[in-house]
């Protein structure tokens, strides 16, 4: 009886601490708030900056290493949802989407070599090269990695997120409607 009661009690703590998780990522940064200004070196050494980028789109920021498993297994399905969206068009963001991706490698050969290898395409990378020391990771307060703020056009985050996957639901409802295209054959039927 003693044991059956234990089992009871340890179930009922255990799901009552699981239903206490958060479901977002903790950080400094909360949904609701102006994004924190990012500017830091790209792979060529020049000075790229959120502001810049943001002006007229939708910025999904992308903190991740070269160095950490998930985040290298999470790439393939952050390359989808960048092919996915790059060229849609969205509401209030004349300049579309795009992603920043905030490496927090030390070693620049890895980081350059990871974005090749996971063919991380889009023209919007970069790391201070301080890893966990990030000045990017403390501003936001990104403690752990991947995770993903997604930013509005005003430069307001949107959301936090472990995943691009869990952002995409949020993109998908600011997208307009895809015109369908026309097919430029015509067939005509042959008189026999």
Known sequence: MNRLLSTLLFLTLSGSLA????????SKVKAGELAPELAFPNPDGDTISLKELNKGRYVLIDFWASWCGP?????PALVNFYE???????????????????????NKEAWLKAIEADKLSWPYHMSDLKSWASDAAAVYGVRQIPQVFLVDPGGKVIGNYFFSAEAEAVLKEL??????????????????
């Not at 239903?19 to 903790?26: E, I, V, Y």
């Not at 004349?94 to 490496?103: D, H, N, P």
């Open 71 to 75: 985040c290298r297994r999470a790439n």
């Open 175 to 192: 997208a307009l409607p895809q015109k369908k295209e026309r097919s430029g054959f015509l067939f005509f039927k042959r008189k026999s």
């Open 84 to 106: 996915t969206y790059k060229d849609r068009k969205f509401k209030g963001a004349k300049k579309g989407f795009a992603i920043l991706s905030v490496s927090l490698d030390r």
């Open 19 to 26: 239903a206490q998780q958060p479901r977002t990522p903790d």
